[in-house]
């Protein structure tokens, strides 16, 4: 029946009454049965106190009363069975069984001491007590000293019980049935800190505490008279093989230092001081962190000594392999509570070379806002030793350790010192990798708001492009990604001009047509997502700014650069050019559309059919920057066309048929652009209709569109089999029947392109000595235009000559020279300008024989009253006589040359200012007939 009866007591789904019946029940058993039922006790005890805690009122006094009966039938027989029961319930979760456990055994105590506890004990001094020797005697005798102690101690601990009650009950007992209270607490002083040490390490928060109010109390009343004991009990206390026992020793220490006065602490501390080092190297995480704690409470009190006498200690025994780990996560718990205090003491040990960077990464780690102020002297100690190990197998160890550093810094101050101390060492060849593999890192852990730092974080790595070591462009992409990823969108606008600012600085510092690191495997590819996402998302106003920095990009870039982008990219840009913006934005689109397809001409190709949909529309654009770009493209396009021919046809069709002039002209343009691209798969048909539509507008008053026609013309004199060149140079380029200047201007200029693009036939040996008596012929022109462009096709009949190491027609050298002597300013300039042209056409300088020709009418030049063909020629003298380099071909044309001359040519050399030799000649492009977009 008994384990039936213990089961309904302790259920408690049992109704209340149910199970006071039940409770009821021992209260007569006892007397029923006597000592038989002493058996059933500690069964029954359990079941009492869950009857003691019970909501009812009822059942609780219940209780209550079969314990009081169970006390008093068997404090004598059955002690040790009741005893532990009760020692337990003094600690229990429960409020109401920690108040019953006291009362009961405060009745047990009573029954064997004699005593009575229906004494009142209000108004009592603390330390005031009713009991006697007798009645301490009868206890000790009965219970034995062990046993004694600890029931008093448990007693001693509840008198700081959080629950009123329990401390007025266990207060009641405790003046009762002891004599004298600091004698009492000597005796039982070892009892007593091992049960207040494994409170102070319990999981219970109101256990904790209770025994830290308790440990306090005890330090107050009996001041430094007590330390003497207490700290050998504590030392004795860290050799426990119990972690939890040990671990409350520290949290005793901590309540020790805490309610005892400075002077006693300071007096006292040569001995906590071995203990504490002892215990931050324990084995257990949690004596580590109470130890640090307890470290920390020392140091308020006593100051700097404690990190001289301690932090050594530990720092030394980092390095051992039986306690090295343990005192370094000890060093850190103290780190993670003072790092103001400790880290100024432990970075210089911290950073001296060798540098044992897992020590340094797990402290510095934890030093929250402290370590700000040092990264100074941090970060150049971890760049050097993760540099060191950079390409071995320790590198992946190394950057963990660096990672777990930088990831503790999250103040501003912290991250701006973080994140310009690592974009300095990326600028040093030192620790480069190093530097930037961490700001990779970082950009890709942190959860700071890192959008404040792209701008300076491009300028500075941008600058890396200008290197074409492959792994070093690899970690700048990667971290350049990462930076991108994570930089909200809402900026992206401002961030696209910072990354076209950066790609700018960088071409104007390199002055070289492609930036290596962009031309590397992907190297510019990283750029590509972040332009595609602002040009489908920022307004319209700002889509020309992202067009710009697509174009400067790929222009310094090449198909390996861009490789894994292209697709990703042109199909944005032709997406914009399908909708309605504004002028300027198509132009930039078509342009960088145009920049993509020369760079990347075979992974365009796919998109050809597309792009000339939106080329065939561009081109009859009424903005004329709109249709220039559109003739651009169709002519990057040309060679990959599948049906060139008909995208010829319709550029002529619009010049034939379109009644706007400016349409006319971009279209000429646009099929010279074509015709330099892909002329020779064009067919003969083709070529006579385009001879035919250009030649109507020779004569044209729009100097633009003459000049386009008058190029395309030329352009296509290239192509020509002989036969058919033979009859266009008769009837349309050697023609100088026409009295009309602006024919005859119209032929000079067609005359000029032809020379350009086909040079190597109109001065072969079948027409050179035609094509140049046509030149002489214009240059006699009453007309200045005319005999400026003259001017300019004989600049480009010499340089062919030149270019080719012909001897040069001594009969236009002659004319050329004295060109110098016509009255239009204009034809002075050109003639200079072709003469600079012809001395850098080849290294070599002239021959002397020429230099006898040009050379006086240049001096001649040098006096002209007019500065801009002053300036001019003494430019050209200087590139002439290469006088930048030295004088020698100077002092050999001056011996070829009569007395007069030579001193003419003296003086002009005398007079040519500082600023010529201090500049290069810009040499412009003779044929005038060229687009100049």
Known sequence: MMPDFLKIIMDIKAASYVRDGYLLVFVYLPAVFGQEFAAFISDIIPALLVGLADDAEYVRETALQCGQRIVTFFADTAIELLLPQLEVGMFDENWRIRFASVQLLGDLLYKISGASGKHTTAGLDEDENFGTDQSHSAILERLGGNHRNRVLAGLYISRSDNALVVRQAALHVWKVIVTNTPKTLREILPELFEILLDALASDLEERRQVAAKTLGELVRKLGERILPEIIPILQDGLKSPVDEHREGVCVGLMEIISSSNKETVIMYCDILEPTLTRALMDTFPGVRRAAAEAFCMLDSVVGHKILDDILPELFDKVTDPVDGDNALDGLQQIMARRSRIVLPYLIPRLTTPPVNT???????????????????????????????????????????????????????????TLVETLMSGAQTEKNRLAAITLLDLFYASTKVDVRSFFVSTIRQLIRLYMNDDPVLIKKVSSAIGTLIKKTPTDVIYENVAALRTAIRAVHMELKVPCVPGFCLPDGAAVFIPMLRDALLSVPADEKEVVGQTIADLVRLSNQAGLRSSVVTITGPIIRILGDRYAPSIRAVMLDALNCLIEKCTLLIKPFVPQIQTTVSRALSDPTRSVRVKAGLVAASIAPMHPRLETLANDLLEVAKANADLGTKETSFRSLRALLTAAGAKLSAQFRSELVAVSSRYLDTEENELKNAAAGCLGAVVRFMPDDELAGVLKNQ????????????????????????????????????????????????????????????????????????????????LIVLAKSFNHAATDVKQRVAEVCSQLAAAAPEPLDISELKIVVPQIVNGTKEKNSAVRYDSEMALADVLALRKDDTLLETCKAAMDSGARESLQNARKAISKSVFMSVTKLEELDETLPRF
């Not at 024919?743 to 086909?758: D, I, S, V």
Request: proline fraction near 2%; aromatic fraction near 4%.
């Open 358 to 416: 897992k020590t340094l990464a797990l402290l510095t780690a934890v030093a929250g806002e402290a370590l700000s102020k040092h990264l100074g002297k941090v970060l150049p100690s971890l760049l050097a030793s993760l540099q060191a190990k950079m390409g071995t197998p320790e590198e992946e160890t190394e950057t963990g350790y660096c990672r777990s550093v930088m990831l503790s810094v999250d103040d501003e101050v912290g991250v701006s």
């Open 733 to 812: 380029i050697f023609d100088t029947s026409s009295t009309d200047w602006g024919m005859q201007h119209g032929h000079c200029l067609t005359l000029g392109a032809a020379l350009k693009e086909a040079g190597d036939k109109l001065v072969s040996e079948t027409y050179a000595d035609q094509t140049m008596e046509v030149i002489l012929k214009h240059h006699t022109s009453d007309r200045a235009a005319v005999v400026v462009t003259s001017t300019r096709c004989m600049g480009l009949y010499l340089l062919h000559q030149r270019r080719t190491n012909q001897p040069l027609n001594k009969k236009l």
